[in-house]
């Protein structure tokens, strides 16, 4: 969708911001995919920090609370993203995975 665009257009915390307002770390799975295949097609692309402020909100509570294998729907968004995003998915969740042993 053309809204989207808006994420080029803000800071990194404002896009924090709206990443809360709008609850996306704790949106459904479902929702979660089809947003992360509307990033596919955003253009220009996010910059790294947008990116890595997206993987942070969209992902990392989630990932670190896992206790059991990921759902089809999660790894779908997971794969989505990182297959446009992929510098800052590792930056921000791989690297907070490592450094958490234990967790997700």
Known sequence: PPELSILNNCSPS?????????????CPEPF???FCS???????ALSYTNAAVLAEQ???RRVLSLTQPP???LMAALTSFCSKYPHPFCRVLVAAVL???GEG
């Open 71 to 73: 759902s089809r729907h």
């Open 58 to 60: 969209l992902f990392l």
């Open 99 to 101: 450094q958490e042993p």
């Open 38 to 44: 509307w990033l596919l097609a955003l253009s220009p």
């Open 14 to 26: 404002q896009l924090e911001g709206l990443c809360s307002f709008l609850q996306l770390s704790t």
């Open 32 to 34: 979660l995919v089809r």
